[in-house]
């Protein structure tokens, strides 16, 4: 979608090791890299002509896929807790100090 502001089935299919294939104008590239771990597109054409690459390219494919493999940093339960409890703490402060 043009107007996929993070892009969350993006990143939960990234974080399964599927690659992905996103417009460039979105925000899946914060947590995607092109060519890397999934195929970017700036238009309707674009999109097309990378998504027949993927189907067409077994080495392509398997270079994607390895891509994807790797684990994204940042993106996991423990982080996710660990901002969420600062985030807590600094409202429980800022409520102390008032």
Request: hydrophobic content about 45%; cysteine-free.
């Amino acid at each position: 979608s043009y107007l996929e502001s993070f892009g969350i089935a993006a990143l939960e299919a990234r974080m399964a090791g599927v690659p992905v294939l996103s417009m460039e104008s979105t925000g899946t590239w914060d947590f995607l890299t092109p060519g890397v771990d999934g195929l970017s597109a700036r238009d309707d054409e674009e999109f097309v002509d990378a998504l027949a690459r993927f189907v067409a390219g077994p080495d392509l494919r398997r270079s994607l896929l390895a891509g994807a493999s790797t684990p994204l940093r940042g993106y996991g339960w423990e982080p996710l807790s660990a901002r969420a409890k600062e985030f807590y703490q600094m409202a429980i402060d800022l409520r102390a100090g008032s």
